[in-house]
């Protein structure tokens, strides 16, 4: 299983990011994709998640700001990030579960500055 999370960068507060995960070695249709980020001296925390079916979850602190969405023809799944906070600052990942194993891709840098 392989997942590659892009799309990270340098954004000024208020502005926008869209990250992009792309999988391989799953039968992506069927599975939950998740999104989580680690801020610099923090634990890694759940930003959302998408089902199979295209519901999306989020965490408190990213509701109405973020959303999840995926593709399964292209194999990715999104997060558009709006409304960016310096506290949004981190390393963005995605994960997948299969066969009881989590997998997780590399990260990508998201930087917002004040």
């Known amino acids: 299983v392989q997942l590659q999370a892009s799309g990270g960068g340098l954004v000024q507060a208020g502005g926008s990011l869209r990250l992009s995960c792309s999988a391989s070695g799953i039968n992506f249709s069927i599975h939950t994709l998740g999104w989580y980020r680690q801020a610099p001296g923090k634990q890694r925390e759940l930003v959302g998640d998408?089902?199979?079916?295209?519901?999306?979850n989020y965490a408190d602190s990213v509701k109405g700001r973020f959303t999840i969405s995926r593709d399964n023809v292209r194999r990715r799944t999104f997060l558009q990030m709006n409304s960016l906070k310096p506290e949004d600052t981190a390393v963005y990942f995605c994960?997948?579960?299969?066969?009881?194993?989590?997998?997780w891709g590399r990260g990508t840098l998201v930087t917002v500055s004040s």
């Open positions: 998408i089902s199979s079916g295209g519901s999306a």
């Open positions: 994960h997948v579960v299969r066969t009881g194993r989590a997998f």
